[in-house]
């Protein structure tokens, strides 16, 4: 049997409200993302994302699909997703889930690591039982209302990357050469042009590669490819306007999308949920 961590001792861990769903979302940090879910049955559907997902359980039975396999975490558990894995996600009994999730970016997690060259750690077993990267978690979980100060910030990106170093085991397939500086600059190009049409040919350019070539050094240093990238980029920025209760119907304009349906599909391919759905949940933390 796991053992389960004693969470009642931490005052930022709220307990889940009977027949209460809502999402919480976190002041948005550079190169992280913090939320706490509360629901009931399965509630996303198969998505993904182009990030480290990194999760604690506090109430219920968190269940989801991954790379082929039905998975199961109770509280005190640590749930480890890599970027890009499809998974979807529900609540395995009638009393409902809480549980609190960082997304992080793997350009902020590849400066915690050893060398910078590395490869990024891959975790083959997505639930695991760790006390000490529970606790790591907790810390800037544990107080979502808050902004994360930078200093707290470095030092859990670096022992979030030594946790995830120690147990990955396999790690990503890397290129014969590092094209690390000339990626980065592919990745700050797509950060200053999320909210329009980006072409191969301007990346070609900047990388000074084909761009198959190019796709297969993006993925190995980032976890994923330049147009995961660029859609992801849109997508947090919806986010944040959704957040600020601005309207569906002008967010896709604002943040690059070709038009509503070109939004609303990639947000569920994303996230699992509708964007209505997700405003909505996000609205009821008022009440």
Known sequence: MKEAVDQSTDPGIERLCKKHERFIAAPTSNGIERIEARFYGNMFSPHR???????????????FNYRGEFRASN?????????????????????????????????????????????????????????????????VLGELDCDVDPMLRDQFVADIAQR????????????????????????????DNFDRPV??????????????????????????????????????KARALMVLGQPLAGIAAETGFSDQSHFNRHFRQTYGVTPGRWAGLIAKRAH
């Not at 998974?87 to 809480?98: C, N, R």
């Not at 490869?119 to 997505?126: M, R, S």
């Not at 890397?174 to 797509?190: G, I």
């Open 49 to 63: 994302h182009d990030t480290y997902a990194l999760g604690i359980t506090m109430q219920g039975v968190q269940t």
């Open 164 to 191: 995830l170093s120690l147990h990955g085991k396999t790690p990503l397939k890397q290129p014969r050469f590092n094209a690390a500086a000339r990626m980065d600059q592919v990745r700050a190009f797509l950060e």
């Open 199 to 236: 072409q191969s040919d301007e990346l070609e350019q900047i990388a000074d590669m084909d761009r198959y070539r190019l796709i297969r050094h993006f993925r190995a240093r980032f976890g994923t490819t330049p147009y995961r990238y660029l859609m992801m980029r849109r997508l947090q």
């Open 75 to 139: 509280p005190g558990n640590v749930i480890i997703l890599h970027p890009d894995e499809i998974h979807d996600g529900g609540a395995g009994t009638e009393d409902g889930l809480q549980y609190r999730m960082l997304y992080l970016e793997p350009a902020l997690l590849r400066g915690g690591l050893d060398h910078e060259s590395d490869p990024l750690p891959f975790v083959g077993e997505p639930v695991i039982n760790d006390r000490v990267l529970w606790s790591v978690l907790a810390s």
